[in-house]
């Protein structure tokens, strides 16, 4: 069974540029949720997506959106990039959603870097 | 707010030593308690889910604890080999605004010197 997949791997955008990042959960999945992780602040939630639909959202600006598609693959964009937003960005997926009951399955992340 | 501290941030021991890396969490409203491993620019893999009504789960070479009252947990490895070497995190799942979502720790970088 195929793991959590997020392309691509690595990113060099300038300030003032967007990004999109995508990320393919464990088939069967339906929850897909995102992280900002940087050697300052850590692990921080960004939000989860369930069924396409928008359930949490972390206190990042709104400069940071997400969708999901039927197929439970997720993109994250991020929009006039800043400096800050350097950072590795993981996903992670679970069959449904973050219950306690549930293990989370991340994948190897993108390494965003902001010039 | 919840908040999660982990120490110490990095430890470093011969090959062969059993250890400890300790969670500590503030609020002891929590639904569970992940353990995670992160080798560096990797993603994390989960290595031990404690529900809240547990007091301990094992796997392997690995325990986890959980006192949810005095909101602390702690990781113990025992007989430490070189392949252990990674930062461990720990993560707390609350449960707010209408849903769920995890609270990560710090993390402890540890060494495993062969």
């Known amino acids: 069974k195929a793991g959590v997949t997020q392309t691509p791997r690595y990113l060099i955008k300038t300030r003032g540029q967007q990004v999109t990042l995508s990320c393919s959960p464990i088939s069967g999945h339906r929850s897909v949720s995102w992280y900002q992780q940087t050697p300052g602040q850590g692990l921080q939630f960004l939000f989860e997506y369930f069924s396409e639909t928008q359930r949490n959202k972390g206190n990042f600006p709104g400069r940071f959106s997400g969708r999901q598609f039927s197929n439970s693959r997720s993109e994250m964009n991020v929009s006039t990039l800043e400096l800050g937003d350097s950072a590795l960005y993981l996903c992670?997926?679970?069959?449904?959603?973050?219950?306690?009951?549930?293990?989370?399955?991340f994948g190897s992340g993108t390494q965003l870097s902001v010039l | 707010k919840q908040e999660v501290t982990q120490i110490p941030a990095a430890l470093s021991v011969p090959e062969g030593e059993n250890l400890v890396l300790n969670c500590s969490f503030t609020?002891?409203?929590?639904?569970?308690l992940q353990w995670f491993r992160q080798d560096p620019g990797k993603g994390l893999t989960s290595l031990l889910l404690i529900q809240s009504s547990q007091r301990e789960q094992t796997s392997g070479r690995l325990n986890a604890s959980l006192d949810k009252s005095s909101g602390r947990s702690t990781l113990y490895i025992a007989a430490s080999q070189p392949g252990d070497s990674a930062t461990y995190l720990c993560?707390?799942?609350?449960?707010?605004?209408?849903?769920?979502?995890?609270?990560f720790g710090t993390g402890t970088r540890l060494k495993v010197l062969a």
């Open positions: 609020d002891s409203a929590i639904y569970n």
């Open positions: 993560a707390v799942n609350v449960y707010t605004s209408g849903t769920y979502k995890y609270i």
């Open positions: 992670a997926s679970s069959l449904g959603g973050i219950k306690p009951n549930e293990k989370l399955f």
